[in-house]
């Protein structure tokens, strides 16, 4: 059974820093771009950052610019490191693994998708 399972959402004040991890299992995802979205309430889920399959790009949202870096550990494993957040970075934050190698944005381009992982900023 291929998995994505997200760690490291919590409540932190604002200014501060998280890092998120995505695990994969079941399945290799070395040949597949990775990617992070989010999801506030009452909104639709919206791109974060994405890191192709080498690792070697990145691409961010323009409201992460600067703060976040994304990045790839290994075949299965991504990384979101988050700085300076904000009380509007609030929300879940899923892991997905994309249909190609390399950079996408749309949700549609994206065929495993973890449960989520809960970020809230206080201000």
């Known amino acids: 059974q291929v998995q994505l399972v997200e760690s490291g959402g919590v409540l932190v004040q604002a200014g501060g820093s998280l890092r998120l991890s995505c695990a994969a299992s079941?399945?290799?995802?070395?040949?597949?771009?990775m990617g992070w979205f989010r999801q506030a309430p009452g909104k639709e889920r919206e791109f974060v950052a994405a890191?192709?399959?080498?690792?070697?790009?990145t691409n961010y949202a323009d409201f992460v610019k600067g703060r976040f870096t994304i990045f790839r550990d290994n075949g299965n494993t991504v990384t979101l490191q988050m700085n300076s957040l904000k009380p509007e970075d609030t929300a879940v934050y899923y892991c997905?693994?994309?249909?190609?190698?390399?950079?996408?944005?749309?949700?549609?381009?994206?065929?495993?998708w973890g449960q989520g992982t809960q970020v809230t900023v206080s201000s």
């Open positions: 997905a693994a994309a249909k190609k190698q390399t950079i996408v944005v749309r949700t549609t381009d994206y065929d495993y």
């Open positions: 079941g399945r290799t995802f070395r040949n597949n771009a």
């Open positions: 890191v192709d399959w080498s690792g070697g790009r």
